[in-house]
C-alpha cells in the first residue's frame, strides 16, 4: 500500500509539474485578426478578406463567404495561404452598406473551426443581427455524427486493449466464443469507424450534409490532410492486427504478445496524432501523455467490458488468479490515468479555475465525476473480490461497463470540442420577449477586447411605435466588475449601435432598460459568454 501511494503522489507531482510549466493551449486554431478589422467602418471596398489564426491552418476544405444585410451571398471561394497562419480571399467590388464574412477553416488538429465578422462601407448602417444569428445557428449534422464515430472507434480500441490484456494471462486456456466476440467486436467497431471517418470528414470540414459523403473527389482531399493519412494508418494497423487475431492459439509465444502489443499502441497512437494532443505544447509530449493516458484506460475499462460481457467465462473460481491479477493491474492504471489525465488538462485549460468556464471544461467536470464513480466502484470490487471471491462481482461489473461506456462517450464529444469558445470568433445574438416588445441583442466579436454592439426592438405584430433606449449596462460578478454603461447611439428605427470593450472574458450579464411608452419601462437581462 505504501508502493501504491508512493506512486500515486509522484504521478500527481509530474502533472502537476507538466500542466503548470506553460500557458493554456487551445486545441483548435484562434482567430487572432482579421482584415477587414471586425466592426470597421470603411470608406472604400476593400482589396481583400484575410484571416489570421494563432496557428497554422489548412486550406483544404476552408471557405470565405461575404454576405450582404440581407444575406444575400456575394461572394464564395477557397481561403488562399498568405503565410503560415494567415489565409485570405480577394474581396468582390462592394457598396455603402454593412457585410457579413462567414468563414471555415481546418486546424492543426484536423478539427473545423468556423466563425464570423461583420464591416460597414460608407455611412450607411443596416441591422445584421438576424442574418448573423441564422448562419451561427445552421447546423450542417456531422458534429454530432462525428462525435457518434468517434465514440465507436475509442470503444473498439479500448476493448481490444483490455480483452487481449486478459486472454494472455492465461495463455494455456481456450479463449471462449463469447470473448472471441467481445474482441472481433471491438475490432469491428475501430475498423468500421475508421473507413467511416474517411469518408464522412470531407463533407464534416467543409460543413456540407451528410449525403456529400459518397462524393469522392471530398475523399481525395481527405486523403491529401495529415487527419487522413493518419486513418489509413490506422485501417492497416488494424488489418495487420487482424492477422494476429486469427491465429490467438499462438499467443503463449512472446513474439505474438509484443507484436499484438505493438500495433495496438501504434493504433492508440493514430488517434492522439490527429486529435487535440498533437497542438499541445510540446507535440511529443502530449502525444506520449494521450499514449498512455488511453492505454491505461483500455487497459482498465476495455478488461471491464470483457469480464461484464462474458461473466460465465471469467468471473469464476477458476479465474480467481486472472481476476487478482486484474485488480492488481487496475491499481496501477487508476493512477496513471489520474495523473495523465490533470497533466492533459492543466496543459489545454492552464489552470483549474478555468474548468467551468467553457463547455469544454464542464464535460470534462463531468468526465471526472463517471471516473471518481468508477473508482469508488472499483474499491467496493475489490473489497467484494477478498472477502467473497470472483464468483460474487457480476452485478458490480456490470455497472462499471455501463460507466465505463459513458466516459468514452463524454471523451468522444470532447475530442471534437474546442477547450474555450475562442476559437472562434462567433457573435453573441439572442432574443428575450417582454410582452408586446422583442429586444435582439448582437455582440461581435464575443470576445474580450473592443466589440460591436447592437440593440434592436421590434413587435411581434410587425409594427412598433418609437422606443426610447433608457440605458444598456454590463457587468462581470465572477471578476467584481459593476456595472458599467454602454454608450450607443441611434442608428436606425428602434436601433442603436455602438462600440464596447469587455476587459475579462467569462459569462457577463447585460441589462437593457427601455421605455415603449412614457411613463413604463422593461427590463432585459441578457448573459453573454465572452470568450478570451
Request: glycine content about 8%; aromatic content about 8%; overall charge neutral.
Amino acid at each position: 500500500m505504501r508502493v501504491f501511494l508512493r506512486l500515486v503522489v509522484i504521478l500527481m507531482a509530474l502533472a502537476a509539474l507538466i500542466g503548470g510549466t506553460g500557458s493554456p493551449v487551445t486545441a483548435h486554431a484562434v482567430l487572432v485578426d482579421t482584415e477587414p478589422k471586425s466592426g470597421a467602418i470603411l470608406n472604400e471596398s476593400p482589396s481583400r478578406i484575410a484571416l489570421t489564426f494563432n496557428e497554422e491552418v489548412s486550406t483544404s476544405f476552408s471557405s470565405i463567404r461575404v454576405l450582404n444585410f440581407e444575406g444575400d451571398e456575394l461572394a464564395s471561394s477557397r481561403a488562399k495561404r498568405v503565410d503560415a497562419e494567415r489565409v485570405g480571399v480577394d474581396a468582390p467590388e462592394l457598396g455603402d452598406g454593412t457585410y457579413i464574412v462567414i468563414w471555415r477553416v481546418v486546424s492543426a488538429d484536423g478539427h473545423p473551426v468556423e466563425g464570423s465578422f461583420t464591416f460597414q462601407i460608407g455611412a450607411t448602417s443596416q441591422d445584421v443581427s438576424s442574418v448573423v444569428a441564422k448562419f451561427v445557428e445552421e447546423e450542417h449534422g456531422l458534429s454530432r455524427l462525428f462525435s457518434i464515430i468517434r465514440w465507436v472507434l475509442l470503444a473498439g480500441i479500448i476493448v481490444l486493449i483490455g480483452a487481449l490484456w486478459l486472454i494472455t494471462r492465461d495463455p494455456g486456456a481456450k479463449v471462449s466464443l463469447r470473448t472471441r466476440m467481445v474482441m472481433w467486436g471491438g475490432w469491428s467497431f475501430a475498423f468500421l469507424a475508421t473507413v467511416q471517418t474517411l469518408f464522412a470528414y470531407g463533407p464534416h470540414a467543409s460543413g456540407l450534409k451528410i449525403y456529400e459523403a459518397t462524393d469522392l473527389a471530398l475523399l481525395r482531399e481527405t486523403l491529401g490532410t495529415a487527419f487522413g493519412q493518419w486513418q489509413l494508418v490506422r485501417v492497416a494497423m488494424l488489418i495487420a492486427l487482424a492477422v494476429l487475431l486469427r491465429e490467438m492459439q499462438w499467443r503463449d509465444k512472446r513474439a505474438w504478445r509484443v507484436a499484438a502489443s505493438l500495433l495496438l499502441i501504434a493504433n492508440v497512437a493514430t488517434v492522439s496524432a490527429s486529435g487535440h494532443a498533437i497542438t499541445q505544447g510540446s507535440a511529443l509530449v502530449s502525444v506520449v501523455l494521450d499514449v498512455v493516458h488511453f492505454t491505461a484506460v483500455g487497459l482498465w475499462l476495455g478488461g471491464l467490458v470483457t469480464l461484464a460481457v462474458d461473466r460465465s467465462t471469467w468471473l469464476v473460481e477458476s479465474r480467481s488468479v486472472t481476476i487478482g491479477q486484474f485488480s492488481q493491474m487496475s491499481g496501477f492504471a487508476v493512477p496513471l490515468i489520474v495523473a495523465t489525465g490533470i497533466a492533459q488538462s492543466l496543459i489545454i485549460l492552464g489552470s483549474a479555475a478555468d474548468l467551468f468556464e467553457y463547455r469544454y471544461g464542464r464535460l470534462l467536470a463531468l468526465k471526472i465525476t463517471f471516473v471518481i464513480a468508477l473508482v469508488l466502484l472499483g474499491a467496493v470490487s475489490r473489497r467484494i473480490l477478498q472477502r467473497v471471491g470472483s464468483t460474487r462481482l457480476g452485478p458490480s461489473v456490470a455497472i462499471e461497463a455501463v460507466i465505463g461506456a459513458l466516459i468514452v462517450a463524454v471523451t468522444a464529444v470532447l475530442t471534437g470540442v474546442p477547450p474555450s469558445q475562442a476559437s472562434t470568433i462567433e457573435p453573441f445574438a439572442e432574443t428575450i420577449i417582454r410582452g408586446d416588445v422583442i429586444a435582439d441583442v448582437t455582440i461581435s466579436p464575443a470576445r474580450a477586447g473592443s466589440t460591436e454592439v447592437h440593440v434592436l426592438f421590434n413587435s411581434p405584430g410587425g409594427s412598433l411605435s418609437r422606443i426610447e433606449l433608457v440605458e444598456v449596462r454590463a457587468s462581470l460578478a465572477s471578476r467584481g466588475v459593476p456595472p458599467n454603461e454602454m454608450k450607443l447611439a441611434k442608428v436606425g428605427p428602434n436601433h442603436w449601435s455602438g462600440n464596447f470593450t469587455f476587459a475579462f472574458a467569462g459569462e457577463w450579464r447585460l441589462d437593457v432598460v427601455a421605455e415603449p411608452e412614457p411613463g413604463r419601462t422593461v427590463l432585459y437581462r441578457f448573459v453573454v459568454p465572452i470568450a478570451e
